[in-house]
């Protein structure tokens, strides 16, 4: 895990495999920013608002905001709801990254003012394209609000 | 499921049972009011004779009153000679004569009455006579002459005899009285029974209809609120099977991805490690993982098409069949078949559903064509009555049609995935979505000589 103070990209994903998978897919895609994966919405929000075991963390806001929408405890409408809630993290940009395909889903996460909303393909080589397509174009081609 | 469906189309319509039911009691209240209509009449009638042989008797005693003082009169004028007495006398004879006159007519229903008039006519008109001689006498020769003319006519012998008439007339309208009397009774009686039938006759129909309606009533009721119950347990297994489904999307899938992408991870990272077969196992693996993820896809796939609301609109099929034709055409890898598109009729449907059913036709008619040599793909349709018929045509692999009824199953193939891959569920979710339009789905075929697939839709509404 990178140093919480230099986190560039936020990654809320209850499965380790998945996670592994993403964080791969980056690294292959020479995306280096730091990234740090949180196993669930509560720890994403947390970290976002520095609370709990963030409570020392300055509040600098990552770059991207990468989004699972089925966690324990807090899912990710609920993270996402929050943060479109929030004044400092209105502009933040959040890319949800699931596997649900369900088009309530999709129109619920749009309602929120989700930025892009990916359906994680099963076949791998897919994967890994994808997730190097959203790297590039969230971290390099994209001009976020500063 | 068909008992319920047999409880609530019962093979006797409730409708017909009480249109039977009210039928034969009003049938049978006819009957009973018939009877005692006729009870009515035969009382009224029995009364009448009553009446009628009062009416008799009560003439008959006139008569004798009247034939009383008729002779009474005569004998007073015959010892008195006051003129007086003669008029008496002509008016109880005149009298008399019309009361038996009356009395002919009113017995003119008995023989027996009637000879007896007759004879207690004679009888009167003799008397009669013999009175008028009396008096006759008495005005010319005086008292002594009709003293003496009375004496010799016998008066008595000609008194007796219709006195005894009247007393045997009388006699007989006595009896003929109580007999009918009795008859009277007994219609009485008769019309009391026939009233009571009638009345227990109407409550017990009326009581035994409102029995079998209230029976009827609750049975429904309770078939309604069993209808309610299973809707309810319809509703809420369609909600847990959208549940389900929406696990499978997530739950499924996630380990799936990590079966195919550390996989991939280990092929890219230890390739140089593993040997020949290693390296194929590993691609074994890949493949089925791959292949899982496209059947839970697919099987989702199809239970949204029954889940998704329908918006039916007036479509352009030509536009629905090109644009799936360009999307099954782009993953095409071998030499493109052959194209002929017909005019196609405008119908009714859900466009965005409709795609579905144009994709997985035409996919197949790609697929089972693409080892034939020059494939060919035909597009058509025609209007036939209030529908509109649509078909696609392939020149390829077919199929037997002895295993027709299996190609609309879900998971049902006809030709192994190594030959032609597939997960099974296209052609079940192209038969979903048309019977959710209210059409219908069929397919002809021979093997190696293509197949024909038609589907139905309503027919657009002409403008």
């Not at chain 2, 009691?25 to 018939?34: E, G, Q």
């Not at chain 2, 008729?70 to 003129?83: R, S, V």
């Not at chain 2, 008995?110 to 005005?139: F, G, H, W």
């Not at chain 2, 006195?163 to 109580?178: G, N, P, Q, T, Y």
Request: charged share 25%; net charge neutral.
């Amino acid at each position: 895990m990178s140093d919480v103070e230099t986190v560039e990209i936020l990654l809320a994903e209850d499965s380790p495999t998945d996670a592994e998978v993403t964080q791969r897919a980056l690294k292959k895609a020479n995306i280096a920013n730091p990234l740090l994966w949180v196993k669930d919405g509560e720890e994403a929000l947390e970290f976002l608002h520095s609370r709990g075991r963030f409570a020392s963390r300055a509040c600098a806001r990552p770059r991207l905001v990468l989004l699972d929408l089925k966690m324990p405890k807090v899912d990710g409408i609920e993270v996402l709801r929050d943060i479109r809630g929030t004044p400092a993290l209105q502009t933040l940009p959040v890319v949800i990254l699931t596997s649900s395909s369900e088009e309530s889903d999709v129109v619920r996460s749009y309602a929120l003012g989700v930025n892009s909303y990916i359906v994680k393909p099963v076949e791998s080589s897919k994967i890994f394209e994808e997730i190097a397509c959203l790297g590039y174009y969230w971290l390099i081609m994209n001009r976020p609000p500063s | 499921m068909t008992a319920l469906a047999d409880k609530l189309m019962p093979r006797w319509r409730i409708e017909d049972a009480i249109t039977a039911a009210f039928l034969g009691a009003l049938i049978i209240m006819c009957m009973v009011t018939a009877l005692a209509w006729y009870s009515v009449t035969q009382f009224l009638n029995s009364s009448r004779w009553v009446e009628h042989t009062h009416i008799v008797l009560g003439t008959i005693e006139h008569a004798n009153a009247l034939s009383e003082e008729a002779l009474a009169a005569g004998q007073n004028y015959a010892i008195t000679g006051n003129p007086a007495s003669i008029g008496e006398r002509d008016r109880a004879i005149s009298e008399l004569r019309s009361n038996l006159q009356k009395l002919g007519e009113i017995t003119a229903d008995n023989p027996l009455q009637q000879t007896r008039v007759a004879i207690l006519n004679s009888q009167a008109i003799a008397c009669i006579e013999l009175m008028s001689a009396v008096v006759k006498a008495r005005q010319t020769d005086g008292f002594e002459a009709a003293k003496k003319l009375v004496s010799e006519s016998r008066l008595s012998a000609l008194e007796i005899p219709f006195r005894d008439s009247i007393a045997a007339m009388s006699d007989e309208e006595h009896v003929l009285l109580s007999h009918r009397l009795l008859a009277d009774e007994s219609s009485q009686r008769r019309l009391v029974a026939a009233c009571g039938t009638l009345l227990v006759v109407v409550v017990l129909t009326v009581g035994m209809g409102l029995i079998r309606l209230r029976r009827e009533l609750r049975v429904r009721q309770s078939l309604a609120e069993e209808l309610g119950r299973k809707t309810l347990e319809l509703e809420t297994s369609n909600k847990e099977l959208a549940s389900f489904s929406y696990s499978v999307s997530h739950d499924l899938r996630s380990p799936l991805r990590a079966i195919d992408s550390f996989a991939l991870m280990l092929e890219e990272d230890y390739a140089q490690k593993l040997d020949g077969e290693g390296r194929r196992y590993i691609r074994v693996v890949r493949d089925g993982a791959q292949r899982m993820g496209r059947l839970i896809d697919d099987l989702l796939a199809f239970s949204r098409m029954g889940r998704a609301p329908i918006n039916a609109v007036s479509i352009d099929p030509r536009a629905g069949a090109e644009r799936a034709l360009k999307e099954v055409l782009v993953a095409h890898t071998g030499a493109p078949p052959e194209l002929l598109i017909h005019r196609l009729p405008a119908a009714r449907g859900d466009a965005a559903l409709l795609h579905h059913v144009w994709v997985n036709l035409i996919d197949n008619a790609v697929k089972y064509s693409s080892k034939t040599t020059g494939p060919r793909i035909e597009i058509g349709g025609s209007v036939q009555g209030s529908e509109v018929v649509y078909f696609v045509k392939d020149n390829g692999a077919g199929f037997d049609m002895r295993y027709v009824d299996k190609l609309f199953r879900v998971f049902q193939r006809l030709h192994g995935s190594e030959e032609f891959p597939g997960s099974g569920v296209g052609l079940a979710i192209v038969q979903r979505v048309i019977s959710r339009h209210g059409g219908r789905v069929w397919g002809q075929s021979e093997p190696d000589h293509g197949a024909k697939f038609f589907f139905t839709l309503p027919r657009a509404e002409i403008a």
